[in-house]
């Protein structure tokens, strides 16, 4: 066979292609890929005859046959896309653009998003877990955490009491703080300490768009040689960090826990506004620039005794925030109310 | 606490600015909240009085007014009602700066306005009837410049105070603290520096424990004394109603400035007259100031004549020795009492009063002399035939400055800074200015800052002298692995796992009424019960999660919402041997369509038990040891036959169930189509291993070999419940899974009888098993049902 033979042969095989592909009723295409590019097709046969044309001509011929290959390969592809393996196209009676199942979607509380991820900043500084009772009793809620019976800083924390009382005959009460939690701690292991301690508190006062009778409360303690206030600021900035992105920053303010000596109240720079609010009054932080936060300071040497600690040998620092706040926050919420309204249409909004 | 800046401004030498004030107090921990503007502060208002009133042509709420300024008649346009020929008012004419800014000419309605009668809100001033003009009292000169009629302007600076800032508690003591901190000069108040004998009425301290020091000036020849207007312009400002008896306004108006509270006794009502600070003697009445009786217990410290306590020390004065307008001779009393004492007689009289603040938080003992001199002083002003003629000082406790070592490294070392020596020194020294400088150094704590009882307080007062930025945040704590507890870990757990079910979680409160447990069929006797609830909605602690869950789905029903899947982790709490239980539950419950909203090719419908069930089983997925069983007794808020127990490893885990249609009832729910799950935690808490590798479920090796089913379809009497089929499985070979995929009952079975369709799925690991191996299994199983259950192939 020479090269013009070849040429007239494989435009033949085309045409008989291009019949058997347009027939109707339609060809099973698997059969007309098997005639002309099977193994044994036409095609294939005819490329196999290339061998014996001379060489200098063999290429453009060459070049010709795989064009048409691919030629018939695509329509075939075509075809068996209108009636494949999987059946003809269903048209127009499929409306894939109706809603799918409808997975139930549930949510996590913002309170408990806003607490996981706190406790998860603290745990990656090492701090564990701890954890005691709601109903507590007045030696760990106020008098080893330095509020002595009749000091006016019992009046920071109005207290709910219960029909219950504790071994030496005080009213049991509802912990105002998640303050007894480091006692408890403390009482039950040696230093070193590391925990913080979150949960619900409660305090005997009016509900509004910033109070609530019961909220919730994250508390920290650290106890170990030679702990100091600056490793106090590096642990609270590190978590501000964590939480508010890497360009906030802690400031500490001289403030009062009877727990803590020095104490100081901590606000972290607002990353709402960056600072710019002077001109545009930002609504978080009010033009100031910072947002106060929580509260902290060295563990007070009465409360080391308390616990049996040597405060000549054992130091510490303590912080405490509330869980609300952050979730304000975070969430952008300015009612605290309606963290406990628990409107379906708000909490659906959480993504977890 | 208020402070008048004027007042404070009385005590420095070079004041600064309100605001530079307010920063300098806020960079010390003394935070000032508000500054606001005080008295009158407008220019070119003059007293004006009303000659005659015409009506607008233009417009019936606005009259036309001629006043007279008492240089010519003007005429003005007014729209107040209380406009009246012949009144004195503040009249403002054009060019005037009233609150709102410059006052211009204007025409109003066409009719041109010469000028304004004010309200006191356009003049700025606050705590007058603002309903109209301001109407001046009838003896007012016309013509006067308005602004003489009022107090100065000034501002009040609302300081924000902290329990252990009873040094701060006056404006000489924030004074003082600016003196310590930024090293302003302080000056002092006016105070009586003559002298007098002790001799006279007898002061005897009884009860030296609880009062430390008694100071008692007397001054006769007082008759009819009247407060000076300064003084009453200042007490108004700081919010105190100013009496006009000079006696009672000194006192607070000393207490105000110094921060001692003083009291007078008028000595012709004083039996003896003598002075005792004694105990009260058990069951004795007082009669307060206030003409309420009282009844006094040993614990009370009182300030006593001969016979009867004149005054409950600290807290209040007594009615029958009170100081009139008729008091001619007064002693006056400057002492210093127990703080606890004070608190103590406080908190059980009910009464709080400035004076107990500022003495349950401490006085300064040194102050005593000073404040009853400051007070002798005002009093000889307004009085000035009077005469002092007595000062007795009665100190059966002396002030003992403590001494505390103070080491520079100590206070580096609390603080993680490196401050300089020279910096310490120079801050101690502001506080005690003839400390000597030999390390480590022996501080006096000065007497009105008995709060300082360690070097962990003197380094605060270090810190808060050098600025608080100057702690580093630089830490060298150590690396530590942390960890949680088994609650916190299963409640994440647990969260995670219903809400990715389609629960969304809700946070409510822990407090219930009676009402609310009534209607859960819950004792209130074994319930925590507060002694002070906020109200009667509030007054037991939650013994179960179920009334707060259907507060919510009411809540959110009343919303609109069709469906509803909600849960809540919290704690639940009882009575229980004369303590208490605290209880961590998970609760949750569904009502209404699922999946919410239905779904347009069918295949969802109303919630039911078979889907909350489901849920529990999800929930508890590859825990060891799950079951579910018929409860022996559950909960009450259950519908009985509609609830079962679940148990994890032995230990109750919960039930599950539909609500009781009495529960649902008494909530006002339209029917009891809501089912309701509740778990303690404690039993997937105490399965909760802390070792990840521990909590890992080791794979098991699955067959090679090809699995092979078989459909049975078995009538047998509906008593047989599918939990005792399920279990009769157990032991037979190769068995995989035995699936129910179809209950039917109806057509062709008879009553009493039902059809069961179970898939048996089969699978061997050691070899393909044939079509006469599944069948003789088959064939096993179906001799088995039919032996026990009598259990018939469905034809």
Redesign the interface.
């Known amino acids: 066979m020479n090269a013009t033979e070849w040429k007239e042969k494989l435009s033949a095989i085309r045409g008989s292609f291009s019949v058997s592909i347009a027939a109707v009723p339609a060809e099973n295409p698997e059969a007309i890929e098997l005639r002309y590019l099977g193994r044994k097709g036409e095609l294939a046969l005819l490329l196999r005859d290339l061998k014996d044309i001379p060489l200098e001509e063999r290429k453009p011929l060459g070049a010709l046959g795989n064009a048409a290959k691919q030629e018939m390969e695509a329509k075939l592809a075509e075809l068996k896309g209108a009636a494949g393996a999987a059946g003809p196209v269903v048209k127009a009676d499929l409306d894939l653009t ?2 799918g ?9 913002p ?2 998003v806003t607490l ?1 991820r706190m406790a998860e900043c ?10 005691g ?3 507590e009793e007045d030696y760990f809620n106020f008098e080893a955490l330095n509020f ?6 019992r ?2 924390q109005d207290t ?5 009382k504790d071994a030496s005959g005080k ?2 009460l ?1 912990r105002t703080h998640t303050s007894p939690v480091q006692i408890r701690t403390m009482k039950g292991q040696e230093p ?1 300490v ?1 925990i913080i301690s979150p949960g ?1 508190v ?1 305090r ?1 006062e ?1 509900v509004d768009a910033s109070h609530s ?2 909220f919730h409360q994250i508390e920290g303690l ?1 106890i ?1 040689k ?12 590190t978590f501000m960090k964590d939480l508010f992105g890497s360009s906030a920053k ?7 826990f ?1 727990f803590v ?4 109240e901590v606000e972290v720079s607002c990353v709402f506004c960056r600072g710019k609010a002077e001109a545009v009054r930002c609504p978080v932080c009010k033009g100031t620039g910072w947002i106060e936060l929580l509260g902290a300071g ?1 563990v ?2 009465n409360v080391l005794k308390a616990c049996n600690y040597d405060p000549a040998k054992w ?1 510490g620092f303590a912080f405490g925030a509330g869980i609300e706040r952050f979730a304000m926050l975070l969430f952008g919420i300015s009612d605290m109310r309606m ?7 708000v ?2 909004q959480v993504q ?1 | 606490m208020k402070i008048l800046y004027s007042w404070l401004s009385d005590f420095l030498e070079n004041p600064p600015s309100p605001e530079d004030l307010a920063a300098k107090l806020g960079r010390v921990g003394l935070k000032v909240e508000e500054i606001k503007k005080t008295g009158a502060a407008f220019t070119g208002v003059s007293v004006g009085q009303i000659l005659k009133i015409d009506k607008h042509p233009n417009a019936d709420k606005l009259a036309l007014v001629d006043v007279s300024d008492g240089a010519g008649t003007l005429r003005v346009v007014c729209g107040a009602k209380n406009i009246a020929v012949g009144q004195k008012i503040p009249f403002a004419k054009v060019g005037a700066v009233l609150a709102e800014g410059e006052l211009k000419k204007a025409k109003i309605r066409g009719v041109e306005s010469e000028g304004m009668i004010c309200s006191a809100a356009e003049l700025g001033l606050d705590g007058y009837d603002n309903s109209g003009i301001l109407v001046l009292p009838d003896d007012t000169a016309v013509g006067v410049n308005a602004v003489t009629l009022f107090p100065k302007a000034d501002y009040v600076l609302d300081v924000e105070m902290l329990p252990n800032q009873s040094h701060c508690l006056s404006h000489y003591a924030l004074a003082r603290e600016l003196g310590v901190f930024y090293g302003l000069k302080l000056k002092e108040a006016r105070i009586f520096e003559g002298s007098a004998g002790a001799a006279g009425v007898p002061v005897a301290i009884d009860a030296p424990e609880l009062c430390t020091r008694y100071t008692a000036i007397v001054i006769k020849g007082l008759r009819g004394a009247r407060t000076p207007d300064w003084m009453a312009d200042r007490l108004r400002a700081m919010g105190s109603n100013p009496k006009g008896n000079i006696l009672i306004d000194g006192s607070n108006y000393v207490m105000y400035e110094l921060g001692q509270p003083t009291h007078c006794f008028d000595i012709s009502k004083l039996n003896g007259p003598a002075i005792r600070a004694r105990r009260a003697v058990a069951g004795e009445a007082f009669i307060t100031l206030d003409n309420k009786t009282l009844k006094l217990d040993p614990g009370m410290l009182v300030i006593a004549d001969a016979k009867n306590p004149a005054a409950l020390a600290g807290v209040m004065g007594g009615l029958d020795t009170a100081v009139s307008d008729l008091t001619d001779e007064i002693l006056i009393e400057s002492a210093r009492f127990n703080p606890p004492t004070v608190r103590l007689a406080s908190k059980t009289t009910g009464i709080k009063s400035e004076s107990s603040y500022r003495f349950e938080r401490g006085t300064d003992p040194e102050l005593t002399l000073k404040a009853a001199r400051r007070l002798a002083w005002l009093i000889l002003e307004a009085a000035p035939a009077a005469k002092v003629t007595q000062i007795t000082d009665v100190c059966p406790v002396k002030y003992q400055p403590p001494v505390i070592e103070i080491a520079p490294a100590r206070v580096n070392a609390i603080l993680g800074t490196g401050i300089a020596d020279g910096e310490i020194y120079a801050c101690l020294r502001s506080f005690q200015p003839d400390l000597k400088d030999a390390k480590p150094w022996k501080f006096s704590v000065p007497s009105y800052r008995q709060d300082i009882e360690s070097v962990w307080d003197a380094a605060e007062e270090i810190a808060r002298y050098i600025g608080y930025d100057v702690i580093p945040a630089v830490s060298r704590m150590p690396m530590l692995p942390s960890s949680v507890t088994p609650s916190w870990a299963v409640t994440a757990e647990l969260k995670n796992t219903l809400a990715a079910l389609g629960f969304s979680e809700v946070y409510n409160y822990d407090f219930l009424s009676a009402k609310e447990m009534q209607a859960c069929g819950l004792d209130a006797a074994g319930a925590v019960e507060l002694k002070n609830p906020l109200s009667s909605d509030y007054q037991f602690m939650r013994e179960t999660l179920l009334p707060g869950l259907l507060k919510t789905l009411r809540y959110n029903l009343n919303r609109g919402r069709e469906s509803v899947m909600i849960f809540e982790t919290g704690t639940t709490y009882l009575k229980k041997d004369g303590g208490k239980t605290e209880e961590v539950r998970c609760a949750g419950l569904m009502a209404g369509d699922f999946p919410e909203g239905g779904f347009w090719r069918g295949g969802q419908g109303a919630a039911d038990f078979y889907h909350l069930k489901g849920m529990m089983t999800r929930l508890f997925a590859g825990k060891g040891g799950f079951r579910f069983e018929t409860p022996k007794k559950a909960p009450g808020y259950f519908q009985p036959g509609l609830c079962l127990e679940m148990k994890l490893g032995g230990a109750g885990a919960g039930y599950v169930g539909k609500l009781a249609p009495a529960v649902a009832a008494a909530f006002d729910f339209k029917d009891n189509n809501i089912f309701y799950f509740e778990i303690p935690l404690a039993c997937l808490a105490a399965a909760w291993k802390p070792e990840f590798w521990q909590k890992i479920t080791k794979i098991k090796p699955v067959s090679p070999f090809p699995q092979n089913w078989r459909d049975l379809s078995v009538v047998l009497e509906e008593k047989h419940v599918w939990a005792e089929l399920e279990r009769s499985f157990s032991g037979v070979q190769d068995l995989a899974s035995a699936r129910l995929i179809d209950v039917y009952k109806g057509k062709n079975i008879p009553a009493g009888l039902r059809s069961l369709t179970i898939r048996f799925t089969f699978s061997s690991m050691t070899g393909t098993l044939n079509d006469a191996d599944v069948g003789a299994r088959m064939t096993a199983i179906l001799d088995k049902l039919a032996r026990n259950f009598g259990a018939k192939l469905r034809s």
């Open positions: 109706l809603p199942w409808p997975f139930p979607k549930g949510s996590l509380h309170l408990t996981n603290f745990a990656k500084l090492g701090f564990s877990i701890a954890e009772p709601l109903i002595p019976p009749f000091h006016p800083a009046d920071m709910f009491y219960v029909d219950l009213d049991m509802l070193p590391r619900r409660f005997s009016a009778f019961a650290y170990d030679h702990v100091s206030m600056a490793d106090l600021k590096w642990t609270l900035e802690v400031r500490f303010m001289p403030s009062y009877p000596e020095p104490g100081a060295v007070h040497p130091s963290l406990y309204e628990n409107d379906l249409r909490l659906k977890q």
